[in-house]
């Protein structure tokens, strides 16, 4: 089987997109899975940037390291090169559906619509509030990684 390849997406790829990344690394690496992940944002605020402090001390809280992560935006390529695009609220999928190109391979979804009871809600953006959204955050994104890591097993069984 090829190497299943999944990359999230936000509007600024410092705050939720890096976190659903470090989720979905923990636990595909718990089940052994090796994949090829990667985050982005749609905008081109931050690229270059390292996650917001904030996004860095509740990976840290969890046991994960970002700190070297950094900034990068959507680009059409992204399409033909990962099987999964991810976004995180209705606004991302409305960017992403705008720079998708014709025949690209992705199947893109919304993350929580993969959690069965949760389908339809929004991973909201912790950005202007305080740090107790990021944690809300980190436990959106880590409930839709194991959501998505099912959704890859079932691929592979
Ligand atoms: P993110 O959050 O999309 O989760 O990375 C944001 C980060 C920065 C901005 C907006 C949202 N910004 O406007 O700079």
């Known amino acids: 089987m090829t190497t ?3 990359l999230f ?8 997109s890096p976190l659903a990344e470090a989720a979905f690394r923990r636990v595909a690496e718990e089940a052994g899975l090796d994949a ?3 985050s982005a944002g749609t905008a081109d605020y931050h690229v270059g940037a390292a996650p917001d402090r904030r996004s860095i001390e509740e990976a840290a ?7 070297h992560y950094r900034g990068r935006q959507l680009v059409e390529a992204d399409f033909h090169r990962f099987d999964f695009i991810i976004g995180m609220d209705r ?9 998708e190109p014709p025949g690209g391979k992705a199947r893109v979804a919304m993350l ?7 389908e339809g809600r929004e991973v909201g953006d912790p950005y202007y509030g305080g740090p107790e959204g990021f944690r809300r955050t ?20």
């Open 112 to 118: 929580l619509d993969l959690v069965a009871g949760q």
């Open 91 to 99: 606004s991302n999928m409305a960017n992403i559906a705008r720079c």
């Open 61 to 67: 809280r969890q046991g994960v390291d970002i700190r």
């Open 9 to 16: 997406v936000c509007l600024g790829n410092i705050c939720r």
């Open 138 to 157: 980190w436990m959106e994104v880590e409930a839709g990684a194991k959501a998505l890591l099912a959704l890859f097993n079932e691929d592979r069984d």
């Open 36 to 38: 090829e992940i990667d």
């Open 4 to 6: 299943p390849s999944v």
